[in-house]
């Protein structure tokens, strides 16, 4: 990307074409980053043991995970790929993202990397799961999300990252729960 910027103004002079500030409010957008913080809490109504198991299987989650339309374990418990479309408005990114996870403490807690690629534009995230006892044999499951967008889609995402990662959340776990308490 960097030669591309300097290729740009190279062929086009400060005065030129585009100009320099045309250039430069260009390349901004393609370095440009969105840092975002996403929690919640949900209940299930199911032992934490099975919990663990569903949110820790790959095959599982992407059945709840809106987007999500292929899903490769590399190694079961440790990494997989996943090629999801995400929208922002009218602009659908495909990423292939690999999954690692960093730590995995059976029937309490997990937390994983990813990061994925989509033309022009990258993701990377960090999220835990913190899983406890709720009343009556249910399960509490308090979730984080670290992400950052960079690329050509950051811009879009700006705007509506907040409430497209809120409807897509509240899907998924909506799924989970379904998935799990049926």
């Known amino acids: 990307i960097y030669s ?4 740009a103004l190279s062929v086009f002079p400060l005065n030129g074409f585009l100009g320099f500030q045309n250039i430069w409010h260009f390349s901004q957008s393609l370095f440009r980053s969105i840092p975002v913080y996403f929690e919640g809490t949900v209940n299930i109504n199911a032992p934490r043991e099975k919990v663990f198991k569903f949110l820790t299987d790959a095959d599982f989650v992407a059945q709840c ?13 440790e990494k997989y790929q996943a090629v999801a479309a995400v929208g922002f408005g009218s602009v659908v990114a495909e990423f292939r993202t690999d999954v690692d996870f960093l730590e995995m403490v059976p029937f309490d807690r997990a937390k994983v990397k990813a990061h994925g690629n989509a033309p022009g534009s990258a993701v990377d995230a960090v999220s835990e799961m913190l899983l406890s006892d709720g009343e ?13 967008v960079v690329g050509s889609i950051a811009s879009i995402a700006a705007r509506l990252m907040g409430p497209v990662t809120k409807k897509l959340t509240g899907m998924f776990f909506e799924c989970v729960k379904v998935k799990i308490e049926g």
């Open 136 to 148: 009556n044999g249910t399960t509490n499951l308090k979730w984080t999300a670290d992400i950052a």
């Open 4 to 7: 591309q910027i300097n290729v």
């Open 65 to 77: 995970a809106p987007g999500v339309k292929e899903m490769l374990v590399i190694v079961p418990n």
